[in-house]
C-alpha cells in the first residue's frame, strides 16, 4: 500500500485509539498511533500520511498546539487534519484551524467515509 493510503490517529485515549487503527486497518488503511501531539509531529514527518485524525485534549503536547506546529514546518503543513472532539462546537473549533472534523463517539462508517474523502478507496 502506498503513501496515499497512510493515516496518523492522534489520540491519548489508548482504547479509542486503538479503535481507530483496527478499523482503518480492517478498512485496508496503514494506521499510525501517536498518543500526543510531539509524538504526533515525528510520525507525521517521518510517515506523511494523507490525513491526521487529531483529538484535541492531550498531555504533553495538545492538538491546538499540534496544529500550530504543523503549520509552521513546510514539510508538513499540507498534510490535511480532522479534529475528533465531542464537543457540540466542533465546527467552529474545526474552522479555527483550518481542519475538517469528526465527532465523537466516532461511527465507524463516518470515519471510513471521511478517510477515503482524504485518503481514496
Known sequence: MG???????????????????AILTDAG???????????ALERARAERPCVILLDLMMPIMNGWEFRSEQLRDP??????????????RAVEKARTLHADYL???IRPDALLELVKDYCGP
Open 3 to 21: 503513501t496515499a493510503q497512510r493515516v496518523l490517529v492522534v489520540e491519548d485515549d489508548s482504547h479509542l485509539r486503538d479503535s481507530i487503527c
Open 103 to 105: 465527532k465523537k463517539p
Open 75 to 88: 514539510e508538513i503543513s499540507s498534510i490535511p487534519v480532522v479534529i475528533m472532539t465531542a464537543d457540540g
Open 29 to 39: 488503511f496503514t494506521s499510525w498511533p501517536a498518543e500526543n501531539g510531539e509524538v
